[in-house]
Nanobody
Framework: QVHVVESGGRLVQAGGSLRLSCLVS????????MGWFRQAPGNERVFIAA????????YYADSVKGRFTISRDNARSTVYLQMSRLKPEDTAVYYC????????????????WGQGTQVTVSS
């Protein structure tokens, strides 16, 4: 039983920065790789970034490389997504989830999805 809650989404101007948080509770002794995904209206949910338990491996979508940074603080059971140089196309609901099996780049292997947090980037 794992519970995931995202927070930190808000309205920001293009070029601005924002940090999202993902609080994970429950059975986490297995050390899940955690991922961030986003879904814009009319679009499918797509991979953004992922990080393994030790934080020694990170994965990024090409669309956010150099702008977004994923990190985690296991003492606080929290995964972060630091977003910089935001663009209007970053507008979406952002979700956090735990990787159950398979590739960290695909949403199909993830479970324990959070409720999502809305990020809106104005131009």
């Amino acid at each position: 039983q794992v519970h995931v809650v995202e927070s930190g989404g808000r309205l920001v101007q293009a070029g601005g920065s924002l940090r999202l948080s993902c609080l994970v509770s429950g059975r986490t002794s297995s050390g899940y790789t955690m991922g961030w995904f986003r879904q814009a209206p009319g679009n499918e949910r797509v991979f953004i970034a992922a990080i393994n338990w030790s934080a020694e491996s990170t994965y990024y979508a090409d669309s956010v490389k150099g702008r977004f940074t994923i990190s985690r603080d296991n003492a606080r059971s929290t995964v972060y997504l630091q977003m910089s140089r935001l663009k209007p196309e970053d507008t979406a609901v952002y979700y956090c989830a735990a990787l159950i099996s398979g590739s960290p780049y695909s949403p199909t292997g993830y479970g324990y999805w959070g409720q999502g947090t809305q990020v809106t980037v104005s131009s």
